[in-house]
């Protein structure tokens, strides 16, 4: 076993986010953080564009569009301001990156949506 990866496993906590790929819709609730303090949690509700890496730097990025203009965030899995991550639909993709969202407008950039998935 390669020796960074066995002080990663050590001092990351694992949490018990469900499983997700590209194309589902998520809530991720996560910790804003100002000078040190937690302040308040705040929700972020998009679909997964990607996920990228493996073991403790493994991340995933989550685009919505608010108010005509997409805002995407990039969360690391083992990050400590997470507090959260609601699945909330699983879509139907046939890709692993799905950036060509990035360009489509209005009803072309939605997923369809799993026939045999139920939301818990």
């Given amino acids: 076993m390669d020796l960074i990866n066995f002080v ?27 000078g040190g303090k937690a302040i ?3 929700t972020f509700r998009g679909d997964v564009l990607q996920i990228n890496g493996t073991g403790a730097t493994k991340t995933f990025t989550v685009r919505k569009v608010s108010n005509g203009v997409g805002v995407e965030r990039v969360f690391p899995f083992n990050s400590p301001i997470l ?17 060509y969202l990035r360009d489509l407008v209005g009803k072309k950039a939605r997923i369809k949506e799993k026939a045999h998935f139920k939301a818990k």
């Fill in 83 to 99: 507090e959260e991550i609601k699945l909330l639909k699983q879509g139907k993709v046939r890709r692993a990156k799905l950036y």
């Fill in 8 to 34: 990663h496993e050590q001092l990351t906590e694992k949490k018990d986010f469900p499983t997700f790929r590209p194309g589902d819709r998520l809530d991720v609730t996560y910790k804003i953080m100002e």
């Fill in 40 to 42: 308040r949690s705040q």
